[in-house]
């Protein structure tokens, strides 16, 4: 599951529960990783993060090693640029080593 809106990963501390916000929700409906943000996102940035994020799955990365490259690759793009304002919200919960399988869309 990807939540790539503003703040999708923040809400509040419920002591040794944890963070209370809608990863949560989808952790127990039985999403076995998810990304989300935790503060708010750059939209521009956030839809080119997005296209290397869903490229490097699509070849074969698990869901933490995707977004890992796709930082990286995005960092390299903006240089001196790449503050981690943008590249740092994105985090994964769960199970980061979840392959996604694509199959061939019909045309």
């Given at each position: 599951?990807?939540?790539s809106a ?15 916000n809608?990863?949560?929700?989808f952790?127990?409906a039985g999403s076995?990783s998810i990304?989300s ?10 839809a080119a993060?997005m296209?290397r994020?869903?490229?490097n799955?699509?070849?074969?990365r698990?869901?933490s ?5 796709a930082k990286?690759e995005?960092r390299r793009?903006l240089g001196?640029?790449a503050t981690p304002?943008?590249w ?15 199959t061939p869309?019909?045309?």
């Amino acid at each position: 599951m990807t939540l790539s809106a503003c703040d999708t990963g923040a809400g509040r501390i419920q002591g040794q529960e944890g963070v209370a916000n809608i990863v949560r929700a989808f952790l127990y409906a039985g999403s076995r990783s998810i990304v989300s943000t935790l503060w708010e996102v750059d939209d521009t940035f956030t839809a080119a993060l997005m296209k290397r994020f869903y490229a490097n799955l699509a070849a074969g990365r698990d869901v933490s090693d995707a977004l890992r490259l796709a930082k990286l690759e995005m960092r390299r793009r903006l240089g001196p640029n790449a503050t981690p304002y943008f590249w740092g919200p994105f985090t994964v919960v769960g199970d980061g080593l979840t392959r996604v399988k694509f199959t061939p869309s019909a045309k």
